[in-house]
């Protein structure tokens, strides 16, 4: 039986792999038939990581949790102290970010007080990483207004901004400018988002936009944007 467990990211596995995963076994959950005697094929992944981390085992017993769960305790077949040594110098080289086993981290800052075209965009990042695997990982934060953005800024570090060019209290051409009249964010990769036409266009590329994607979006134009994005995270410094 192949059970695919899918991590959000590489510090929730580094935690299950901690405190759930030993030598022994561990512990699963699922909400499908298992039963006492079964093998099973754990298939272990997050975003960024380059190969998954496979472990077989055999089901030793069952516990119904409720009507769609069930606990089972599984115990691993391979012993062999070398096969686990190197499982742990995996381990160690994954909380490291060691570049040969785990895609760099991108993080991504989404500006857009419309929660539907934020999500929209959160789901477009997720398609694309699901068919490039190797392309990173991401993590998006979310803001809903300029200056709300430009202190998540100050207190964080992003690798990319998608900024809607209409916001409350700051719009995106002034967040923009401040971003760019700072000089650790004047080669910070920046899309623009607007419904407003070419005049939007030519406001967000004045301000220091580096793409322009016209509303309504499409989830092609994300995936597109996105793969290019990956060009320019880490481009030459202007100037």
């Known amino acids: 039986m192949l059970l695919k467990v899918d991590y959000p ?14 030598r022994g076994g561990t512990l699963i959950r699922v909400s499908r038939e298992i039963a006492e005697g079964d ?9 960024g990581l380059l190969e998954p981390i496979n472990l077989s085992g055999i089901v030793r017993w069952t516990h119904e949790e ?12 391979d012993q062999d102290p070398e096969r686990w040594a190197r499982l742990d110098s995996l381990v160690q080289r994954i909380t490291e ?7 760099p981290l991108v993080h991504i800052l989404v500006v857009e007080d419309n929660i539907h075209i934020a999500k929209l965009i959160s789901d477009g990042l997720t398609a694309y990483l699901k068919r490039n695997r190797d392309a990173g990982a991401f993590e ?5 207004n300029g200056k709300e953005a430009l202190q998540l800024m100050y207190d964080g570090s992003y690798d990319v901004v998608l900024v809607d060019m209409y916001l409350p209290v700051m719009d995106g051409h002034e967040l923009i400018q401040k971003l760019r009249a700072e000089e650790r964010w004047v080669n910070l990769p ?5 419904a407003g036409g070419p005049d939007a266009r030519q406001r967000a590329f004045s ?14 134009d994300i995936l597109s944007t ?4 990956m060009a320019t995270v880490n481009r030459p410094r202007r100037g």
């Not at 970010?97 to 895609?103: A, E, K, N, T």
């Not at 301000?207 to 092609?220: H, M, Q, T």
Request: aromatic share 8%; hydrophobic share 45%; net charge negative.
């Open 9 to 22: 990211d590489a510090a929730d596995f580094l935690n299950d792999y901690t405190i759930n995963i030993s």
């Open 97 to 103: 970010g060691d570049s040969s086993v785990v895609s």
């Open 140 to 144: 998006t934060r979310h803001a809903t």
């Open 226 to 229: 996105m793969g290019k994005l």
């Open 66 to 77: 409720g009507p769609a769960e069930i606990t089972a305790g599984v115990e691993f077949e």
């Open 190 to 194: 920046i899309v623009a988002l607007s």
């Open 39 to 47: 093998q099973v094929e754990l298939v272990l992944s997050f975003p």
């Open 207 to 220: 301000a220091g936009a580096d793409f322009f994607l016209n509303k309504p979006i499409r989830l092609s």
